[in-house]
């Protein structure tokens, strides 16, 4: 799938009204449905318990806006639906400013961008607006005036809808891409994740050969997972090898890493390894700094191995969580450059294993036509990548750990496996 596939799945999603419940999500995971018809949808029911946390009630919109006393409306939801709290519960009053202002939600330092606010385990209701709106609101103001407040939503006992799809490899063990579908018109937090999702749905599925079984999760952040983990756990910790979490994966900028809490996963093993030898100006962070669902599944006695892949992280950019990470902030270009991140990680994944040289003593390749038989000076350099891998392939040694010692990236060494596998010269352990 192209970055302009990627990009053009994102632009269908951008203008649905989503939150961690309602038919936002369902409308989404439907669109979702339409590139590849083997996601499934399941749900849970308001209320469920998952480990501390409870399913919330469904939350649905139809409406919101503000007026002014002569009816013109001051901001309108269906504008732009950053223009009412997330999880507003309904309102149809009258207030003077004082009041209107109590409701009003800005991001002063950014004084043209509408900001996203949520509310979704306190029952509240609110609007968000530029800073430069609301300063020609108060300076045109009149004691007089009234503004009517108009949220037409609703709080219901519902569902927590989610996708899921598994590919499934030559062995039960896993891997698994997780995304979230729950934040309305915000292209590179929101869109960019599952519209990469589905650009690697797509190559797995041309794999001729999967060693891994690959788990898609296209769920609502925090309580779907923490939801989902409730009632898989077992499994998961059982069969998962390594997690990625896909979010704000559309833009130019740069690559990042988000660790799990050591370290030490495969996960954080094999995208380090990525992201060093390919794209050497990516960003590192720890565990101390994440902030989307690989904070659930590394929580202690979980103990899964999820690290989070961003182009620009999450919380770093300016267009983060506001109006302007709008579809001009990501572009065809940045999803085709997190795609050959990730599809790097599956190929690296893919041919992991411990290798171990089958002769004592270095082979002689020269026989195999894997070395000249003319020698002389300078004309090994060429080869020390077959030469090393020999030499390191001793069983204890996985392709990353390999790749790690001799400073060549598993992308190159993949093929020099393959030349030694097939004058079977090389054995997995």
């Given amino acids: 799938m192209t970055g302009q596939e990627m990009y053009d799945i994102a632009d269908r999603i951008f203008p649905i009204c989503r939150s961690i419940t309602g038919q936002g999500v369902r409308d989404t995971l439907a669109i979702l449905q339409e590139y590849d018809k083997d996601i499934e949808i399941h749900e849970f029911p308001t209320g469920m318990q998952a480990f501390d946390w409870n399913v919330p009630k469904e939350w649905n919109i139809e409406d919101a806006y503000i007026e002014d006393s002569n009816g013109n409306k001051i901001i309108d939801f269906k504008k732009n639906n950053l223009h009412v709290l ?3 519960s309904p309102v149809d009053e009258y207030v003077n400013l004082d009041e209107l202002l109590t409701h009003v939600y800005t991001e002063p330092g950014q004084p043209d961008a509408i900001p996203y606010v949520t509310s979704y385990y306190k029952e509240r209701y609110g609007f968000c607006m530029t800073e430069n709106q609301k300063n020609e609101l108060i300076k045109n103001s009149k004691p007089e005036d009234k503004y009517h407040m108009v949220v037409k939503s609703s709080l219901t006992n519902g569902v927590l809808n989610y996708g ?7 062995t039960d063990d896993e891997i698994l891409f997780s995304t979230y579908t729950c934040h309305p018109s915000m292209a590179n937090n929101e869109c960019s994740g599952p519209a990469l999702a589905m650009g690697l749905i797509n190559y797995v599925r041309s794999l001729e050969k999967r060693r891994y079984t690959y788990r898609f999760l296209l769920i609502p952040e925090s309580i779907g997972s923490i939801s989902y983990m409730s009632k898989n756990l077992e499994h998961m910790q059982k069969h998962i090898k390594a997690i990625f979490v896909l979010s704000c994966v559309g833009d130019n900028n740069d690559y990042s890493i988000i660790h799990s809490r050591y370290g030490k996963t495969l996960a954080d093993r094999v995208l380090t390894n990525v992201l060093k030898y390919h794209y050497p100006e ?16 590394n929580a202690p006695g979980v103990d899964l191995p999820a ?4 182009r620009s992280k999450y919380g770093e950019f300016r267009e983060y969580h506001t109006s302007e990470d709008n579809m001009d902030y990501i572009s065809p270009e940045g999803f085709d450059g997190a795609f050959q991140v990730m599809t790097q990680v599956i190929n690296a994944l893919e041919h992991n294993y411990n290798y171990k040289i089958k002769t004592l003593c270095e082979p002689q390749l ?8 003319l020698s002389r000076k300078g004309m090994y350099n060429p080869l020390m990548t077959l030469r090393n891998l020999i030499a390191y392939a001793d069983g204890t040694n996985d392709l990353i750990e390999i790749s790690e010692i001799i ?3 598993v992308s190159e060494i993949i093929p020099n496996v393959q030349k030694l596998m097939d004058n079977d010269l090389l054995e997995i352990v």
């Fill in 86 to 88: 997330g999880y507003s």
């Fill in 164 to 170: 899921e799809l598994v590919i499934p490899g030559e």
């Fill in 282 to 297: 990516y960003s590192d962070y720890s565990y101390l700094e994440r902030g989307s669902d690989e904070k659930h599944y």
């Fill in 307 to 310: 690290v989070a892949f961003c």
């Fill in 366 to 373: 020269g026989k195999r036509g894997l070395f000249p038989d």
């Fill in 407 to 409: 400073g060549v990236p």
